[in-house]
C-alpha cells in the first residue's frame, strides 16, 4: 500500500511539474515574463530540476535585465549540462552586462593538460565509456579463449590489453572530474555593490568591490563569511548575503 501511494504521489508532482514548465513556455513566448518565473519556480519547489528549466529561467531574467539571477540560472543549466551550446552562448551574452572585467588567467603545466583531457566529458559521461569499454574486453576475452588459431589468440590479447589500458585511463578521468566538480564551488554575487575585506570581519580592510552577476569560486566559510577566489587569483572575504552557490 505504502509502495502504491508513494509511485501515485510521485506521478503526480511529475504531472504538475510538466503543467508547471509548459505554462511556463506559454507565458515566456507571450512575453509575460515575471509570470512565467513564477510558473518555473513552482516547478523548483517539486525538487524537479533540469537543464531546459534553468535555460528558460535565466533567458526570462535576461529578458527583464536581471542579470545576476540570469547568469546564476545559466550556470545551474550548465551544471545539468555542462556542454550545451546554447545555454554557453546566453551566458556570455549575459555576462556582457555585467560591470566587473576579471581576467581568466590560465593554467599552465601538467595540471592544465589533464584537466583539459578529463573535462571533455562529464564524470558520468567517462563512467559509461569505461563500461562500455569494459563489456568489450569481455567480449575480446570470450574471443581469446574460444579462438583455435595463434593468430587469433594474440589478437584477442593484444585487444584486451589495449582495452585494459583504455579502462584504467577512463576509470581515472571520472574520479579525477568526480574530484573537481565536488571540489570546485562557484557562486554569483547577487548584491548589487558588494566589498570583498581582508579579513572574515567587518572592520578589516576593503581588498576590492564586486558588481551583482560576478563569478567567484568559494574556498572556505568562516561564521557568515565566505573567503571567495576570482578567476585571475585574487581573493578576499565576502558576506553569505551577497553571493549565491550554483551547486
Known amino acids: 500500500m505504502k509502495n502504491i501511494l508513494y509511485i501515485l504521489l510521485l506521478t503526480t508532482q511529475v504531472f504538475f511539474a510538466q503543467t508547471g514548465f ?3 513556455n506559454e507565458l515566456y513566448k507571450a512575453g509575460k515574463y515575471e509570470q512565467a518565473i513564477d510558473a518555473y519556480g513552482s516547478v523548483l519547489k517539486l525538487n524537479q530540476h533540469s537543464s531546459e528549466l534553468y535555460f528558460n529561467l535565466g533567458n526570462c531574467y535576461y529578458k527583464l535585465n536581471k542579470v545576476a ?3 546564476y540560472s545559466y550556470e545551474k543549466a550548465l551544471v545539468l549540462s555542462p556542454n550545451d551550446r546554447e545555454v554557453i552562448n546566453n551566458l556570455k551574452f549575459a555576462q556582457k552586462r555585467t560591470i566587473d572585467e576579471v581576467k581568466v588567467v590560465p593554467k599552465v603545466g601538467f595540471a592544465k593538460l589533464l584537466r583539459d583531457f578529463t573535462g571533455i566529458y562529464h564524470y558520468n559521461t567517462w563512467s559509461w565509456i569505461a563500461i ?3 563489456i568489450s574486453f569481455l567480449l575480446a576475452f570470450l ?19 589495449a582495452l585494459i589500458v583504455f579502462i584504467v585511463i577512463t576509470v581515472a578521468a571520472a574520479f579525477f572530474e568526480k574530484s573537481y566538480d565536488d571540489n570546485e564551488k562557484p557562486a ?22 564586486l558588481h551583482e552577476g560576478t563569478k567567484v569560486f568559494v574556498e572556505e566559510e568562516v561564521d557568515n563569511w565566505k573567503k571567495v577566489q576570482l578567476t585571475d587569483g585574487t581573493e578576499g572575504w565576502i558576506e553569505n548575503d551577497a553571493i549565491k552557490e550554483v551547486k
Open 143 to 161: 574471443g581469446y579463449y574460444f579462438s583455435e588459431t595463434t593468430l587469433a589468440k594474440r589478437i584477442s590479447f593484444f585487444i584486451m590489453f
Open 132 to 134: 562500455g569499454l569494459s
Open 69 to 71: 539571477p540570469a547568469i
Open 188 to 209: 554569483i554575487v547577487f548584491a548589487e555593490i558588494a566589498e570583498v575585506r581582508s579579513e572574515p570581519q567587518g572592520g578589516s580592510s576593503v581588498v576590492f568591490v
Open 22 to 24: 509548459e505554462k511556463g
